[in-house]
């Protein structure tokens, strides 16, 4: 997503210079956003695979091959489709599933209900993020 925003801003760019836009994503954006991703992986993503992992539900090395084949399924589908997916709520929602398909009560319901309170509120405050962001640029240019 990192790759296309980019690559988006640097043709929309071009274009307003009266230049071409590139054809291909450049190579130097491709490697930022790859080490990018890595280093937040590094820095905090051993939090989320250990929610994903180990909170939700315990899982075992067959129980992740299923979430993970569910998951990966659906995102080729949805990509088909031409279905934008987060691949964050697929693989989650997967995981539940191999969880509830032991037993209900195997999927800690807790931490599902916290995951999906954070989904829920990304997209407001991550607005009203950007509007006070606007507004404070607006002032000062």
């Known amino acids: 997503k990192a790759m296309g925003i980019i690559f988006m801003a ?11 836009p590139p054809p291909t994503v450049p190579t130097w954006v491709i490697i930022s956003c790859a080490t990018a991703m890595a280093l937040g992986t590094a820095a905090g993503g ?7 992992g180990q909170r939700i539900i315990k899982l075992r090395p067959i129980n992740g091959f299923a979430a ?5 399924g ?3 589908a949805a990509a ?5 997916v987060s691949t964050t709520h697929v693989i989650a929602s997967s995981i539940m599933g191999v969880g509830a398909s032991k037993r209900v009560s195997a999927v800690r319901w807790g931490v599902a209900r916290n995951m999906l309170i954070a989904w829920v509120l990304t997209i407001p405050v991550a607005a009203a993020v950007a509007a006070l962001l606007y507004a404070g640029l607006h002032l000062v240019f």
């Open 74 to 76: 659906t995102i080729l």
């Open 10 to 20: 640097l043709g929309a760019y071009a274009a307003a210079e009266g230049q071409t």
């Open 68 to 72: 993970e084949t569910a998951a990966a």
């Open 80 to 84: 088909h489709m031409g279905v934008p």
């Open 46 to 52: 051993w939090r989320i695979i250990r929610t994903m």
